[in-house]
């Protein structure tokens, strides 16, 4: 089993930046792909960004593409979320989670740990 923490969540004005940071503890000897989804208030989860185990293959929603970035630390067993440009529509609780494979993935289903969610609010 694989435990998940993220931190990093916070409150910044429009236009801001912030990084969030997840940390695997456990079983972590096995090679995962890793992904960011978020949940705004009365809306269902969505998909932000996803790594590969490598770190070479990435993919974004449309909706944060060229202003988020996604990169993980094997070594530290360590994936950050980069956010620049933040706009109040960012606002959310901030998930990470671990894929089954080290294959990355934006659908929900094959994620198989979640953490506990870190809150991010832009003020406009």
């Known amino acids: 089993q694989v435990q998940l923490v993220e931190s990093g969540g916070g409150l910044v004005q429009s236009g801001g930046s912030l990084r969030l940071s997840c940390a695997a503890s456990?079983?972590?000897?096995?090679?995962?792909?890793m992904g960011w989804f978020r949940q705004a208030p009365g809306k269902e989860r969505e998909f932000v960004a996803a790594?590969?185990?490598?770190?070479?293959?990435?993919y974004y929603a449309d909706s944060v593409k060229g202003r988020f970035t996604i990169s993980r630390d094997n070594a530290k067993n360590t994936v950050y979320l980069q956010m620049n440009t933040l706009k109040p529509e960012d606002t959310a609780v901030y998930y990470c989670?671990?894929?089954?494979?080290?294959?990355?993935?934006?659908?929900?289903?094959?994620?198989?740990?979640w953490g506990q969610g870190t809150q991010v609010t832009v003020s406009s």
């Open positions: 790594i590969n185990w490598i770190g070479d293959i990435t």
């Open positions: 989670a671990k894929h089954r494979t080290s294959t990355a993935a934006m659908r929900a289903y094959g994620y198989d740990s």
């Open positions: 456990g079983r972590t000897s096995s090679n995962y792909a």
